[in-house]
């Protein structure tokens, strides 16, 4: 018999959630039938695989010990990253970070061991406020995401509690970012909001916009402000009222006016000219607008995060 104590990270998950992260090798049937046979107990009573657990419930096992041996691992795969960050803000639950253009967020395909989040591991882990060996299922994880090729504010949770409430306030769209962004050409109309439909080509991996509604198009809504201009390019402030894939990208390429250094969108021979590697989009502020309960986080409300010396700012100075 095996016992295991829930802490405040692992709280608030359902039994196999729980069980399938902290228990990596455990095939999911083998796991079903464990707590079908009783084998897995919750506060030494029959559970089912929905139960929420709780800070402090004790797990009791009747199960196979190679479940419970875990090697001993003298270097974490986020270890091999740096642990240096460009930390915009940073508290005892939640980091902002300035992600530059280049890096990716999570690991992918082409991932040599280098992440945001692999750095964010590192980085806490050097603090002494994240060691692997000391949670059940928890790591900490980024909010949101940006495009390697993109940069800008990435929030990291440095805890259960904090993750939960912000992806909880994502999705109600609580958290509002604004994007700067270099577009080629001289605008008519200096403030606008465009409304046309976005279609997704996944092939592709482009997508397309439409003045009217195909049938597997979506609304797009695209505010945006021109605060700057210079050797016909424009600077602008962008609000995304609704958040489709490439939308700021493809939205204002289908008005004339493709963003500079944008490969896909864009016009090559501009990007060759001014030598631009990234496409020039920065999700440079952030501004914690809570209409419910924040709980833990309730402090964040109402303040609000720019990211500094955006890189092609500089091409209007």
Known sequence: MRTLTIGANDAGQRLDKFLTKHFKTMPQSLMYKY??????????????????LCEG??????????????????????MKAPSKLDIVYEDDNIMLLN????????????????????????YLYDKGEYDPAQENSFAPALVNRIDRNTGGIVIAAKNAASLRILNRKLRDRELEKTYLCAAVGVFERKEALLTDY???NEKQNKVYIYKK?????KS???RYRVIAEKDGLSLLEVDLLTGRT??????LAYYGHPLLGDGKY?????????GCKWQALYSHKLTFNFTTDGEELQYLSGKTFTAPDVWFQQLFI
Do not use: M, W
């Open 35 to 52: 707590i079908r046979k009783k084998c897995i107990k919750v506060n030494g009573k029959k559970c089912s695989i929905d139960t929420r």
């Open 57 to 78: 419930d004790v797990l009791t096992f009747f199960i196979k010990d190679e479940f419970f041996e875990r090697q001993e691992e003298t270097v974490y795969d986020f």
């Open 99 to 122: 992600k530059k253009p280049g890096l990716i967020v999570h690991p992918d395909e082409t991932y040599h061991f280098d992440s945001l989040i692999a750095r964010v591991q590192h």
């Open 198 to 200: 976005l279609e997704k």
């Open 213 to 217: 509604p195909t049938e597997n198009s």
């Open 220 to 222: 797009i809504k695209t």
């Open 246 to 251: 490439h939308q700021i990208r493809a939205h």
């Open 266 to 274: 864009g016009k090559n021979e501009i990007n060759r000219r001014y």
